[in-house]
């Protein structure tokens, strides 16, 4: 395997050691047609990369799928979507704050309207808003020439 494939594994935490690369390709059988594009992206150290990846995570995200219909079962039987109770020390932690919004930043409701005809951009300058967006739409002009 390749220093970057095996440092980016390293990196996340995981334990590689040096990869026999035939070892590795043993059992590994690409499915779909291999043209010339599909070798080019799918090279051998490619291929080992995917498949150290793959034995490395396939477990875990085996566990996270399995979970993820656990959950969705749950959504609906009714139950409502909440933050996860392991992760409330970081939401009550004041140093995963953000800093607050520019004043500039704090309202931001916009009108968005089209075509800019006057009753449209009337309705937008009586809307409660501080700005507005007018779409000016090909069906109000030629200038397309078609």
Do not use: C
């Amino acid at each position: 395997m390749s220093h970057s494939a095996t440092s980016t594994l390293r990196e996340a935490g995981h334990n590689i050691g040096p990869v026999n690369v035939d070892q590795v390709l043993h059992d590994v059988n690409i499915l779909g047609p291999l043209d010339d594009n599909t070798r080019k992206i799918l090279s051998k150290e490619a291929t080992v990369f995917l498949a150290v990846l793959h034995r490395t995570f396939n477990a875990t995200r085996k566990a996270l799928l399995q979970r993820r219909v656990v959950r969705q079962a749950e959504l609906d039987k009714g139950n409502l979507l909440d933050f996860l109770p392991e992760t409330k020390h970081v939401r009550e932690n004041s140093a995963w704050r953000g800093a607050p919004p520019a004043p500039g930043l704090v309202d931001r409701r916009t009108e968005i309207t089209g075509p800019t005809d006057r009753k449209m951009v009337v309705n937008a300058l009586n809307a409660d808003v501080w700005t507005y967006m007018a779409d000016f739409e090909g069906t109000t002009s030629d200038a397309w020439g078609l």
